[in-house]
């Protein structure tokens, strides 16, 4: 039985980034709490794939490919979410693609096409989904932030840390300018999550894994399962007096001095 807290049914959510990672993820979580879903991925296979596992749970879920950096295509998606549904209950804008050059180096269009991607989608998002919970008077909406929103990575990030740290202060403004009309926003700030991406760069640079882990307390990688409960908690009445929050999920990453002692270590 699910917790009436923790209680999605009824509920429909909107979910980028669908098909694998954090995404995929996220979804899952909210359609094991209830939810239905729309499913949001330029990877229409793999967002299928994500589909048939929801649909196992007995939950419905529709299938829309849509690069996020096309505010055309944004509004289109939308269009489609209001034939299938009718309505949007919760929104998480999981996608987008970073790009590392070092500042001396990275092109003029290489920095927009990570606005593009990170911000500019991201709003798109968030302006076409704040629209529908308005007229609802009800809502949340998470944006997948970054560490790298309220910290420097360095490692040719200037890029996507602007962009991220775009994400954080938009999280801020609209759940200021929207919080009194019943809609909440929120961001999720991971550090480094395992996915194809970050699989590929530990590859590339086995040293890597030791130097993030030596900054990561709790002693591992994050995991997207890691983002299940937050992401039901968010979407639902548990956190209905929570908005505008940027909250780390990092396993204490944030939280110690570059100089600290991990664990048991004395």
């Known amino acids: 039985m699910i917790p009436t807290l923790f209680d999605l049914r009824g509920k429909v959510a909107l979910v980028t980034g669908s098909a694998q990672g954090l995404g995929r993820a996220m979804v899952l979580a909210l359609a094991e709490a209830g939810a239905d879903a729309l499913l949001v991925d330029r990877n229409e296979v793999g967002s299928r794939e994500t589909a048939a596992s929801i649909e196992r749970l007995g939950r419905r879920a529709v299938v829309v490919a849509c690069d996020v950096s096309d505010p055309a295509r944004i509004r289109d998606l939308f269009r489609h ?133 030596s900054g990561i307390p709790a002693g591992r990688l994050g995991q997207p399962d890691d983002i299940k409960g937050l992401s039901v908690f968010l979407a639902s009445e548990a956190s209905r007096w929570i908005t505008g929050a940027l909250i780390p999920m990092d396993g204490g990453n944030l939280a110690a001095n570059a100089g600290a002692t991990m664990g048991r270590t004395r």
């Open 81 to 213: 979410l209001d034939a299938e549904f009718g309505r949007i209950d919760f929104l998480g804008n999981v996608a987008g693609d970073g790009i590392l050059r070092p500042p001396e180096d990275i092109s003029l269009e290489d920095v927009e096409r990570c606005w593009r991607n990170l911000v500019l989608g991201r709003f798109c998002m968030c302006q076409e989904a704040g629209r529908r919970m308005l007229a609802a008077g009800s809502g949340s909406i998470v944006n997948i932030g970054s560490l790298a929103s309220v910290t420097a990575l360095g490692r040719g990030h200037i890029a996507y840390s602007m962009a991220m740290g775009a994400v954080a202060q938009m999280t801020r403004e609209l759940s200021t300018e929207w919080a009194g009309r019943g809609v909440r926003v929120n961001a999720i700030l991971p550090a480094q999550v395992v996915n194809p991406s970050l699989e590929k760069r530990l590859s590339e640079n086995p040293a890597l894994r030791d130097m993030f882990l």
